[in-house]
């Protein structure tokens, strides 16, 4: 018992160096985000202008870094804090970088213009896998992540954050000496989303007016037939106009996003109407030598318009919540 204690304790006693040795290098990574522009819904890509910086013990240099995400690599530009790598108190090796250049992002539209979406900007070293190296977040530094005045037309910048991953390439490139492997992959996060009067006030109220005018059509006197099948006509020919106007400002794909949903209640409420419309038009025709309550007619016709009303209230608010 006793040869078998002494042998565990000389086991662990010779590995315990090798396997302290075989801890990865922790680099302490921070971001700071100069400038945002130029989101390309497209082409799926945005600019970045922004300070990246690595503090770090060793010999191993974490500075030969890749963004992974990076697209048009020819017009990037990485321009070095310091000629060499310096040394801080407490013996840690600092370098940074100011980056500029653009960046891949999967535009997903489905929600808007109510769309919310998490821009990434990943890098790796290539040449380091993550059981010699780890980016780790630099919580040494204050956690500001970008210019307090830092504004992107037509968007809200909701707030960022630093991720630490590891990312498996899953291959080995063709090449069976070289197995697949980890690699650190650190993520700077910012999430941006359209502002909500952009939604109410741009989009949503043209809509609800064109609605209302298409309703206001119950609201005639069931004689003045003209006048009523005039109205929904109308609407529904500004709706298509209005629906266009913003269709061309976005991609080209194969889904139907928010406002489209809510476009195709609105044609339904429009063709309701229209019905509705031709339903008494034709009572007028066959009844008009007959006796036919005009009144009531007409009081049936008012509940309807706010039926259809609240049919679109509510349906706006479903797809809002769901959709």
Same mark, same amino acid.
């Given at each position: ?28 990574? #921070? ?14 890509? &945005? ?6 910086? &690595? ?34 108190? =407490? #013996? ?8 500029? #250049?653009?960046? &891949?992002? /999967? ?32 919580? %040494? ?6 210019? /307090?005045?830092?504004?992107? !037309? =037509? ?9 630490? $991953? ?6 080995? &490139? ?64 500004? !709706? ?27 044609? =339904? ?10 339903? %008494?038009?034709?009572?007028? $025709? ?36 769901? !959709?």
């Amino acid at each position: 018992m006793k040869r078998n204690v002494l042998l565990l304790l000389v086991i662990w006693a010779v590995c315990t160096p090798g396997l302290r040795a075989a801890e990865p290098v922790r680099v302490l990574t #921070g971001v700071y985000l100069m400038n945002l522009y130029d989101l390309n819904l497209d082409e799926n890509s &945005f600019y970045a202008d922004f300070y990246v910086w &690595f503090k770090w013990k060793g010999e191993i240099d974490p500075t030969g870094i890749e963004f992974v995400n990076m697209v048009e690599k020819w017009g990037m530009t990485q321009e070095p804090f310091e000629d060499t790598i310096i040394t801080l108190e =407490g #013996g840690w090796n600092y370098q940074g970088f100011r980056v500029e #250049g653009r960046f &891949f992002h /999967p535009f997903e539209l489905e929600r808007f213009p109510l769309d919310k979406h998490q821009l990434d900007i990943h890098l790796e070293h290539p040449d380091f896998p993550s059981d010699a190296l780890q980016f780790v977040k630099d919580t %040494t530094s204050a956690p500001v992540y970008y210019r /307090p005045e830092l504004m992107l !037309a =037509g968007w809200d910048l909701l707030g960022a954050k630093l991720l630490s $991953q590891t990312h498996n390439y899953r291959t080995d &490139f063709g090449n069976p000496d070289y197995p697949a492997t980890n690699f650190s992959d650190f993520v700077f996060r910012f999430t941006i989303t359209r502002p909500v009067s952009y939604f109410v006030l741009k989009l949503l109220l043209p809509l609800t007016i064109v609605i209302m005018a298409a309703l206001g059509a119950l609201l005639f006197f069931p004689s003045y037939v003209d006048a009523r099948i005039s109205l929904p006509v109308g609407s529904l020919l500004t !709706a298509v106009f209005l629906q266009q106007s913003y269709s061309d400002a976005l991609p080209d794909v194969g889904y139907m996003v928010l406002m489209d949903k809510i476009y195709l209640l609105a044609y =339904g409420l429009i063709a309701a109407v229209m019905f509705e419309l031709i339903l %008494t038009g034709n009572k007028l $025709q066959i009844f008009k030598k007959k006796e036919l309550d005009l009144n009531r007619l007409k009081s049936r016709e008012r509940k309807m318009a706010a039926l259809f009303a609240s049919i679109y209230l509510l349906g706006i608010i479903l797809l809002v919540s769901f !959709a």
